[in-house]
T-cell receptor, first 113, second 112 residues
């Protein structure tokens, strides 16, 4: 069946370094992708999204890259800060077929001071 | 998101009991979603609603029911709770784009 998954369950980075969180998706019909951040004790929070007609999108300190050829999505966080420590989820949707998101399992980002 | 309220925030109940989780929003969005989150499994969709008269099952609706009392309110019920329904439950009103979901603070439910 279709699924969205993440390569690594945890990622530890040094404060100030750049972080790269990867996600693989398998539904070739997905045309919309989102990254969410979930801090301890809170609900997921939208970070950035990208549509399938784009390869790259930048936000404030974050960049999402989409490689449709290999069905790969990544989130890059520049100059990682302690406040970036959280669980990160990728999600995909086929906006033409339905209005549902399929979430990946999540990866924990831990920032070392 | 401060515009999304979930009650209760924590609940411990016994097997076989009926329990209702409530969600209300002040964002004015027509679409609302209910998810459950289990460690290592991410978020899974239980039910979703496009408006008061439109309710749809998600991937794991068995054992759950919902009620959309008004645009602002979307309740999730467990008719007869079982231990494997122990999880963190999130409600999410949604804007025009499916990714524009505003998650509430969650309800931690434990079924003993």
């Amino acid at each position: 069946g279709e699924s969205v998954g993440l390569h690594l369950p945890t990622l530890s980075v040094q404060e100030g370094d750049n972080s790269i969180i990867n996600c693989a998706y398998s539904n070739s019909a997905s045309d919309y992708f989102i990254w969410y951040k979930q801090e301890s004790g809170k609900g997921p929070q939208f970070i950035i999204d990208i549509r399938s007609n784009m390869d790259k999108r930048q936000g404030q300190r974050v960049t999402v890259l989409l490689n449709k050829t290999v069905k790969h999505l990544s989130l890059q966080i520049a100059a990682t800060q302690p406040g970036d420590s959280a669980v990160y989820f990728c999600a995909e949707a086929n906006t033409g077929a339905n209005s549902k998101l399929t979430f990946g399992k999540g990866i924990t980002l831990s920032v070392r001071p | 998101d401060a515009d999304v309220t979930q009650t209760p925030r924590n609940r411990i109940t016994k097997t076989g009991k009926r329990i209702m989780l409530e969600c209300s929003q002040t964002k004015g969005h027509d679409r609302m979603y209910w998810y459950r989150q289990d460690p290592g499994l991410g978020l899974r969709l239980i039910y979703y609603s496009f408006d008061v008269k439109d309710i749809n099952k998600g991937e794991i609706s068995d054992g759950y029911s919902v009620s959309r009392q008004a645009q602002a309110k979307f309740s999730l019920s467990l008719e007869s709770a079982i231990p494997n329904q122990t999880a963190l439950y999130f409600c999410a009103p949604c804007g025009p784009a499916v990714g524009e979901q505003y998650f509430g603070p969650g309800t931690r439910l434990t079924v003993t």
